[in-house]
């Protein structure tokens, strides 16, 4: 096999560089009208037919001989026999893994506060966990044991009662180091089912499935689709895009360290994303020569090598603060300060999914067992979006509770603002409680 790389050289002293990068980073996770007619069909089957729509479709698209919805069904000690099933080695590295994550995300978890006035009236937040959440898995050759680590642990974390999983098993293939995840992590019940289907029953509920709260978890695009359709019915994550890693280095890390963390993500799919920028073009050139001397030792070499042809690039910018001013730009999902100090230059990182810090912090060490999780926003998304968290398993009450003289004096208040607003009913309602103003 022959593969062969020409990764993109930018520069950002060139007039038409915007126009470049933007060109770069664009990306749309359309649906075209045939996916999206598609996914709404089996949304109505499953609403209208429940677990006959499921296990007809578990048939069709997956090629399970399944013929009732309990043929779909894994129990608690299914999963815990995943557990004996899986070598010593790798039970040891989840156990570890989910102890750090979730240790960092106990640290996430937002509790209830109030606080009282001077005139008695009581202000405050109720934090309360979700009822259930739904948790999609990618089944198959392409599973991800780390992602059921990464979605479910905060969900417990976060107080949430149930956690249902779905994850389709194609031709039968079971990966047991998934549902061992899912036993270390405290899911609470299992489906095999997965594509638009089991969005669809997580939403809506079936005999079988009980309908979720919100459903979280990566999938391909029927998975996206019925989740943007779902959406407003339940709650979701986010539509994530391709994997992203923007690397800035000053010139000092091994440039065969840079050339393999540019790979971690280029492996994931073609449409992945991998830059580096550095105000060093010695080294610009030293990581390119890594890349083709590494990129045929690589088992994926030939989805590396259309990733980095197609979407990478090596960016030359004027000094760091440029490329700082890069990074910020490009609002990356996973980001390697691969720097002599950078701690200095962390305040002025303003967006980005994750932040790797220092020559040895590679972004493979959060996607497994560093703690935090490695759901991250892509896609430019990290300009107004935040890691999966305890946060999104938990919702927030606000807290009212107005003593007589309170209510008096915020009725004064109130009432000039609403009729104001010609909403008569709503002054009149904060009049009545206004001491001795009871009339009109």
């Known amino acids: 096999m022959t593969v062969s790389t020409a990764i993109a050289r930018l520069n950002a002293a060139d007039q038409d560089f915007a126009r470049h990068l933007d060109h770069l980073l664009s990306w749309e996770s359309v649906s075209d009208d045939a996916v999206n007619q598609r996914v709404l069909d089996i949304i109505k089957a499953v609403r209208e037919r429940g677990d006959a729509a499921l296990v007809e479709f578990t048939q069709r698209f997956d090629g399970v001989d399944a013929t009732s919805i309990n043929d779909l069904i894994l129990d608690r000690a299914r999963l815990e026999l995943a557990l004996t099933r899986i070598t010593p080695v790798q039970r040891e590295a989840l156990e570890k893994a989910a102890n750090r994550v979730r240790i960092y995300h106990e640290r996430q978890k937002q509790d209830s506060w109030q606080y009282t006035e001077a005139d008695g009236t009581v202000l405050g937040q109720k934090v309360t966990p979700l009822d259930r959440a739904g948790l999609y898995v990618p089944g198959g050759k392409a599973s991800y044991p780390s992602s059921v680590l990464m979605n479910a642990i905060p969900a417990k974390v976060a107080g949430v009662a149930e956690v249902v999983m779905v994850v ?24 095999t089912i997965g594509g638009a289907q089991a969005v669809a029953a997580l939403a809506y509920g079936t005999e079988s499935v009980p309908q979720v709260d919100k459903i979280v978890g990566p999938g391909n695009i029927y998975v996206a689709t019925a989740k943007r359709h779902v959406f407003g019915q339940v709650g979701i ?47 610009l050139d030293r990581v390119a020569a890594s890349i083709d001397k590494l990129l045929p030792t690589m088992e994926r070499a030939e989805i590396i090598e259309k990733s980095i042809n197609g979407r990478g690039a090596l960016i030359q910018v004027r000094d760091m603060q440029q490329a700082i001013e890069v990074a910020n730009r490009i609002a990356p999902e996973h980001l390697e300060l691969s720097v002599a100090d950078p701690q200095a230059w962390l305040p002025q990182i303003r967006h980005a999914g994750a932040i790797f810090m220092g020559r040895h912090t ?78 009109n």
């Not at 039968?172 to 609470?188: F, M, Q, R, T, Y």
């Not at 065969?256 to 010695?282: C, G, R, T």
């Open 168 to 191: 389709p098993t194609p031709r039968g293939e079971v990966n047991e180091l998934v549902l061992a995840a899912a036993c270390i992590a405290g899911v609470d019940r299992v489906f």
């Open 237 to 283: 994550d986010m539509i994530a895009g391709p994997s992203e890693i923007l690397v800035v280095c000053d010139g000092q890390t091994d440039p065969d360290w840079i050339a393999m963390d540019l790979f971690s993500q280029a492996e994931h799919d073609e449409d992945a994303q991998a830059i580096l920028v550095s105000p060093d073009a010695e080294f």
């Open 362 to 439: 590679s972004e493979a060490l959060g996607d497994y067992c560093a703690g935090p999780n490695h759901v991250l926003p892509t896609s430019g998304t990290a300009r107004f979006s935040s890691p999966l968290g305890v946060y999104d398993f938990q919702k927030r009450s606000s807290i009212i509770f107005c003593s007589e003289q309170g209510a008096s004096e915020l009725g004064h208040t109130a009432s000039v603002l609403a009729r104001g607003e010609s909403l008569t009913a709503h002054a009149r309602s904060a009049e009545y409680r206004i001491l001795n103003e009871k009339g």
